[in-house]
């Protein structure tokens, strides 16, 4: 706010960018200590003891939740999520649960315009992670366990590149993918970014969303805090148990590589051999059997729409249309087309396969986007912007 003395009530501590080092965020931790300084950090432990099981995460979040809003009413104006004390003995929230639950109940309880929310966590990794966080109040994230991870691997990186370098590499390629994935959005800061939340939710009870991850649309049920909390606790047993297979190194299950006995992938090494022969080979059989790999695979739910069934019509108490009284498929792909997109968003061979199959089957493949050009050229003697169809683009077949 303005005010005669030209100073505000208010002050803001920013950061040239979210991602702390282990450095900047000891500096913010031991900011209250400053003289004649307006800030004061508050952190908060965002793990419980291992030993109260799933059934003990609630608690703990309403503990979290309580301590967050007491921290404001005293005065703290920076509040620090922490997971580091985990270890055999505690088991951490998930940092985006602890994280969005702070974030919506100091909402709720108007305090969150007075505090700033910086999250130490060392689930966050990849950029996904990052924009999660920051999508549901986190205005700063230090990934403590990335960057002890990275430095455990500089013996087998370059000679010249050093601790700092390694740091900061891996910062500005995070920086990097932050700023791809909001300007997806039309989101040009972060600090518009923050907050924001525009998320869906898939796989995720209307309950656990309402509480925790406030105004986020879910559409499709599923796990709700007690599954979460017992996913939490059993990865928690696995990484400090006993088990000799887990001995050295958790389990990679095969999240995006395909893994034996790992997470289920729609494309992995037989059905993508098998469409590779049947499209270079224009073998009927191949692509038979690439379509049974996937619907086997489709019935061990990996995609949504193996989720659903589609009902006949004498289940739904309705009476079939006789196949005579339906439009043959000559008439309906007529009306089939695609819609025109840039070279920056599909390649020009996509472009030229989407033509082709259109006009293979009689639908109406739209022209590619008007290109316009400001200089001077044969067809244009003027320098202002006229407008041709790229000469790139597969001619289509009038409908």
Not at 8 to 25: A, H
Not at 259 to 275: F, I, K, M, Y
Request: charged fraction near 25%.
């Amino acid at each position: 706010m303005l005010d005669l003395s030209g100073g505000s009530k208010r002050q803001r501590l920013e950061v040239r960018q979210p991602i702390l080092t282990n450095e900047d965020l000891e500096k913010i931790r031991a900011i209250g200590g400053m003289s004649d300084n307006p800030f004061r950090s508050k952190t908060l432990d965002i793990t419980y003891p291992v030993s109260q099981g799933a059934a003990g995460m609630k608690a703990a979040l309403d503990q979290l939740f309580s301590e967050a809003e007491m921290a404001v009413h005293s005065g703290d104006n920076i509040i620090i999520l922490s997971d580091r004390s985990m270890n055999q003995d505690r088991v951490a929230i998930p940092a985006l649960l602890a994280t969005a639950g702070v974030h919506h109940h100091l909402i709720r309880k108007g305090l969150r315009t007075s505090v700033g929310l910086v999250v130490e966590t060392g689930e966050a990794r990849e950029i996904h992670h990052f924009c999660a966080l920051a999508g549901y109040g986190a205005e700063a994230i230090n990934p403590y366990l990335a960057f002890e991870t990275l430095l455990a691997m500089k013996p087998d990186l370059p000679g010249e590149v050093d601790e700092h370098e390694i740091i900061y590499r891996y910062i500005k390629a995070i920086g990097k993918g932050i700023l791809k994935v909001t300007a997806k959005m039309g989101i040009s800061t972060y600090q518009s970014y923050c907050g924001a939340q525009i998320f869906d939710a898939v796989g995720l009870t209307t309950d656990f969303v309402k509480t925790y991850f406030t105004g986020t649309a879910t559409t499709i049920e599923g796990a709700g805090l007690a599954e979460i909390a017992e996913e939490t606790v059993k990865r928690h047993l696995d990484a400090f148990g006993n088990s000799p297979v887990l001995e050295d190194a958790l389990d990679i299950g095969g999240d995006y590589a395909f893994r034996h006995r790992g997470e289920a992938h729609v494309w992995r090494s037989e059905t993508v051999a098998a469409l590779q022969h049947a499209a270079r080979g224009n073998a009927r059989d191949k692509y038979r059997e690439f379509s049974k790999a996937v619907n086997e695979v489709e019935d061990k739910y990996v995609t949504i729409r193996s989720l659903f069934r589609l009902k006949g019509a004498a289940e739904d108490g309705r009476t079939s249309v006789p196949i005579e009284e339906v439009e043959p498929a000559v008439d309906i792909v007529k009306r089939f087309s695609t819609g025109a997109m840039s070279y920056g968003s599909i390649s020009r061979e996509a472009h030229t396969t989407l033509a082709i199959a259109m006009n293979r089957i009689g639908g109406s493949p739209t022209p590619a986007k008007v290109v316009r050009k400001s200089i001077a050229s044969p067809r244009c003697r003027t320098a202002t912007p006229c407008a041709r169809p790229s000469s790139r683009w597969p001619r289509a077949a009038s409908a």
